[in-house]
């Protein structure tokens, strides 16, 4: 099972509050030496005590289980900062708009990586009107299918979850959308940026290599 807290982050938070191995046991009700197994590896504390440990040592308990610093920033007031876990036993898709801890089946989740779309994952993006039309060249059986488009502005997110056998497509309301992501079952998260000059035209680019020159150009005239 991976371990939802290591014996490292224990004692590096333990010794930026100064305290002794002995200090921190007492505090949590526990022995220092079961301490001591906590930061070399050779157990994990009981979950339950998360909340405790995570209090004594001026920590959130994000902080604690990813041993990163949260800074005192609305980061969860940006849409465009969002983060998608997905469980590799269920296929539960879990959305954060900041950092957090996502378990699932027992598996603690990792966000997933946006990539470039590339020529097995092309997306179309033409105006309609006050509406986005997005089209994906992919299959969409059973085994292999996309699972969600995402359209991301700084204030809101508009998702629609796509299933096998349908159509890899959908429509969003243009207004504030900066951001395009979506997700295949087994390549992962893609993202793509709107690009003013591209996306914004009432007719469509043909391939994906005809795109990244269209956007070579857009960067020179709109910068």
């Known amino acids: 099972m ?6 490292t982050v224990i004692k590096e938070l333990r010794e930026k509050c100064q305290l002794t191995q002995a200090e921190l046991a007492e505090k949590l009700g526990v022995s220092d030496k079961t301490i001591s197994k906590w930061e070399t590896a050779k157990g994990y504390p009981d979950i339950s005590l998360l909340e405790s440990i995570a209090k004594v040592l001026e920590v959130s308990i994000t902080e604690l289980v990813t041993g990163n610093p949260i800074s005192n920033v609305n980061v969860s007031g940006n849409m465009l900062k969002s983060k998608f876990y997905v469980c590799p036993v ?3 898709m879990i959305h954060s708009m900041g950092e957090a801890v996502m378990q699932c089946h027992g598996i603690l989740l990792k966000p997933c990586q946006p990539e470039e779309t590339d020529v097995k994952h092309m997306i179309f993006i033409e105006r309609v009107e006050d509406e986005y039309y997005i089209r994906i060249e992919h299959d969409m059986k059973k085994q292999h299918y996309i699972s969600f488009i995402a359209a991301l502005s700084s204030d ?14 959908a429509r969003v309301k243009m207004n504030g959308v900066k951001k395009v992501m979506f997700y295949c079952n087994r390549d992962g998260l893609f993202s793509v940026n709107i690009v003013k000059g591209i996306d914004d035209k009432q007719y469509c680019y043909d391939n994906a290599e005809e795109r990244r020159a269209l956007e ?3 960067k020179k005239l709109f910068g």
């Open 2 to 7: 991976n371990p939802y807290v290591t014996g």
């Open 90 to 92: 269920c296929g539960n």
């Open 156 to 169: 809101k997110m508009q998702m629609i979850k796509l299933y096998p056998e349908g159509n890899a497509e």
């Open 216 to 218: 070579e150009v857009a």
